[in-house]
């Protein structure tokens, strides 16, 4: 079987794929700011459709709209200094090699540094889009997806702001944990912010809201089974060491980011009217609002 591939991106030079396979075959291939991603095997990997969805699903917000999503949550100055605040509190003074995974643009990490005045900077994203919008040049940028990291160097500290939910299940939450601490030396240090919403059924509600629709799906947020996907991948038991502002979100903000019609906000009005006791998503007249946490979570 032979397969043609044309580029129809015109802001990049047309790259052209051709070969040859003789297995049954598909060819997925998807870019993100000239990057090219190709499979053209018989069934695609699960770490593969992943990475395609995020890229995807996040289309209006990389390279330009993220600092400025959701009332710019991340960019919020309060915001920064508190995730800064609780790192310094458990720093040692040396100097450190600090890696940030599904970073973004990597604003929290360039201000922790700059509040350390010392230490090296490495960002990790699946999207080369978001990397591109830091122009630090002495902070190293690779465009690559969790999932399959092997930087083959380990790291002093770690940290995560707002991605594990990316990766929608328990499997494979362990999964990108046990990569992260692979790249972690062995005194190295985890520091996770993740979108968290403690009562479980809550946590499982809110996940399914997200899941209703291809567009934001498919998610899986934090609650406090989290400790155990920790344990199963070989971290220590994580420890508060800080609290992030509450977020709010209103369809509004789902609407503005994922081009959500009237029929998928009333599927999700109709879903959390089947759970009207949950504190974390609430029915409003013209939708629905929905409350996140944001602890700090250290782990070794
Ligand atoms: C909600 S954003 C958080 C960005 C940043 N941590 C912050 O706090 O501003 C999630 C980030 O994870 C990245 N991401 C999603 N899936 C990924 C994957 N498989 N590998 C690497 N990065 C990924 C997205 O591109 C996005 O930048």
New binding site residues.
Partial sequence: MFIYYTSSNTHQSKKHITGHFSTPHFLIMYCDSGIYYINAISSISM?TR??EK??ER?RN??GKN??FTYSSY??DEENIQIFIDAVASVLSDKELDIL?????????GERLITSLGKGKLTL????QK?LNENINPTTTKIC??????NLEKTFDLII????L???PSKDLQIQ?LKIIKNHLTPNGLFIN?P?YIPPIEDRNLVSNIYNQTEKMGDRFFQSTDMKELYIESGFSEPQKIGDGKVMYLTEQDHIQRYELTYWEVKGIQDLIKKNRKSQYALVTSNGYKLRFEFPIFLSK
Avoid at 100 to 108: E, H, I, K
Avoid at 124 to 127: G, H, K, N, Y
Avoid at 144 to 149: G, K
Avoid at 160 to 163: I, L, N, T, V, Y
């Fill in positions: 770490a992943i990475a995020n890229l996040d917000v990389q993220w600092l991340f960019s940030y995974v599904g970073s973004a643009s990597g604003l929290v990790v994203d699946i999207s978001h690559a997806d969790i999932l399959e990291l995560m702001r707002s991605s939910d990316y990766f990108v912010q979108a």
